[in-house]
């Protein structure tokens, strides 16, 4: 008697090949599907749907879009600055509703405001303590405590109000501290970035590109570190050895999308610092694999594909945000889908690797190099598989 | 004489989003002119109506540049922008807003030949191309609420917590409804297949 293989359900097998199933089902789904050919075909067969969805005509033509995006300026010329004040007078109760929405969505319970009532009448008491014991002169770093306490309530203002005249500028653990060095920085950035568009104007550019670079190195140190702390599961070091699991990881604790880990999990990525810089995670991968910016005919036909499900990754989480790095990873992409297809791909691998190159064509249009690449290696491929460029 | 505008095809999304923010508002351009394209196709997807979708995307867009101080430096501005549309283009079929759906047969925009004309690729594979055009007859025969989140996910490649947040439900729910949609979008592909029989 055959004993009916257990599937796993539906919803696992996608997201398991969507990249989105937490790590404790992975390895059960991948093991199955590994065994299993009815699974494996049913994934082909959605590969294939999706691949022709993805690959429908734009409707529209360029001519079309140049219009849109003047019609969308005029619109934008017209409307109201972004405002930040906006965004700061959100009164309390709508924020409060925010926060509920967001424990509901990570279906984690509603926040108990009994119990937060509790921890502000408790936090007034030791205010009220530590003034007290300042008048008596033990505590001379209450000014500290009394700038930052409207903040602490959440009434941010970019005014001088409320802090005070004549203090001595706040410590780095102030609340207020690191979001005025963000708003110099930024303006700083900014000004910068006026001169970056004049490319004349190179001693200017030095500053920021510079203040990218640390931000860079720093975010990689932070990513690295993070990772280190993080014990890997037997699956993750079998993951290892394929030369995936640590940019995957290094993604899903510095992606929240990436998040599909159980509930504490997923509350600890939501917690975890934004992602690194666009570009960084793109030329950490490269790092990683010893890989050059731009694929070239002399690339290791197997970091190539060692390197793919990072750069899959890289795809689906738009960690690659600059036109260029985008590009280049697609041409990554392209190269790994023909590896995989072999000398007869089937139609949904033509659709996939067509689409890569035409993708990179497209958004590394600034760069010659990777255009000309691109455009080469579609040319071939389509003349091997006997199409007309 | 107009100047010409600076060229700000090599600067990243998070420099554009700076100078914007800056008071550089023409810098906007180039954020609408990298994003346009997935924008306009998802929310065709969605309202299935070119003027729709035209209409959703320049008012997303505005969305997009008023609320540009609430985008985190960091991540990645295409998906972000992409929510937006994804909203509003829900949000215009909620309100009743839309025009009917074209079909594959219809005319496109400005007098442009149909989907399925445009398909036609006489250079490719004509079996190729009729199943294009079947999988696109099948999604257009789905539920709206199975096209909405394949839309999502396949046409803007956005990620399961993008998507839950769009749609506002637990990212379990995204996993099961997208599910769902393939496993109907597939059986509207089998029937296809025994009809032609």
């Keep these: 008697m055959s004993v009916e293989p257990l599937h796993p359900a539906p919803e696992e097998l996608y997201a398991y090949r969507d990249g989105e199933l937490p790590a404790e089902r992975r390895a059960f789904v991948e093991t199955h599907v590994l065994a299993c050919r009815v699974c494996r075909e049913r994934m082909d067969e959605m590969s294939k749907l999706e691949a022709s969805l993805r690959a429908h005509p734009d409707t529209v033509g360029d001519a079309y879009y140049e219009r849109m995006q003047a019609q969308v300026m005029a619109k934008v010329h017209a409307a109201a600055p972004p405002s930040r004040a906006a965004i700061r007078e959100v009164p309390l109760e709508r924020r409060r509703d925010d926060l509920e929405h967001e424990e509901r969505r990570r279906g984690a319970p509603k926040l108990p405001w009994i119990a937060v009532g509790s921890a502000v009448s408790a936090m007034a008491a030791v205010l009220v303590v530590v003034v007290l014991l300042v008048r008596q002169g033990s505590m001379p770093q209450v000014a500290v405590l009394e700038r930052s306490a409207p903040d602490a309530g959440g009434a941010v203002s970019d005014t001088s109000e409320g802090r005070g005249e004549g203090l001595t500028p706040p410590p780095a653990e102030s609340p207020a501290a690191p979001r005025d060095d963000a708003r110099a920085k930024e303006r700083q950035q900014t000004e910068t970035l006026k001169t970056k568009q004049q490319p004349t104007d190179q001693v200017a550019v030095a500053p920021y590109a510079e203040e990218e670079k640390k931000n860079k190195a720093e975010a990689n140190e932070t990513g690295d570190q993070k990772l280190a702390s993080r014990p890997e599961s037997d699956v993750m070091a079998k993951r290892s050895a394929a030369g995936m699991s640590k940019d995957e990881a290094r993604l899903e604790q510095a992606a929240p999308q990436a998040s599909m880990a159980p509930e504490s999990m997923t509350r600890q990525t939501f917690q975890a610092p934004p992602a690194a810089p666009a570009g960084n995670r793109y030329e950490s991968a490269l790092t990683r694999f010893g890989l050059p910016p731009l694929w070239g005919p002399g690339v290791s036909d197997d970091l190539v594909l060692k390197a793919e499900p990072v750069f899959r990754n890289l795809y689906r989480t738009g960690g690659a945000t600059t036109p260029l790095d985008s590009a280049r990873v697609r041409l990554y992409l392209a190269e790994a889908a023909r590896l995989r297809a072999g000398a007869a791909p089937d139609s949904a691998a033509i659709d996939e690797i067509e689409h890569h190159y035409r993708r990179a064509i497209r958004l590394g249009s600034e760069d010659p190099a990777t255009v000309s690449t691109a455009a080469q290696r579609l040319r071939d491929f389509l003349s091997e598989i006997g199409a007309t460029p | ?197």
């Design chain 2, 1 to 197: 004489m107009t100047p010409a505008r600076p060229d700000r095809t090599g600067l990243t999304d998070e420099e554009l989003v700076r100078l914007v923010r800056g008071g550089e508002t023409d810098a906007f351009a180039e954020v609408v002119r990298r994003v346009q394209r997935p924008a306009y196709r998802l929310a065709f997807r969605i309202t299935r109506h070119a003027e729709d979708a035209d209409d959703v995307v320049q008012e997303s867009l505005v969305k997009a540049y008023q609320a540009l101080d609430r985008f985190q430096l960091g991540r990645a501005l295409s998906p972000w922008i992409l929510t937006i549309v994804a909203r509003t283009a829900l949000s215009s079929l909620r309100q009743g807003k839309r025009r009917a759906a074209v079909s594959l047969d219809d005319p496109g925009p400005e007098g442009q030949a149909s989907l399925a004309e445009r398909s036609a690729d006489p250079a490719a594979d004509p079996g190729w191309w009729e199943q294009r055009l079947d999988v696109e007859r099948g999604f257009a025969r789905l539920s709206e609420e199975h096209r909405v989140i394949l839309a999502l996910r396949v046409e803007a490649d956005l990620p399961y917590a993008l998507i839950a947040e769009t749609l506002d439900v637990p990212v379990g729910t995204v996993m099961s409804r997208l599910a769902r949609a393939r496993e109907a979008l597939m059986e509207q592909m089998t029937q296809t297949k025994k009809d032609e029989r």
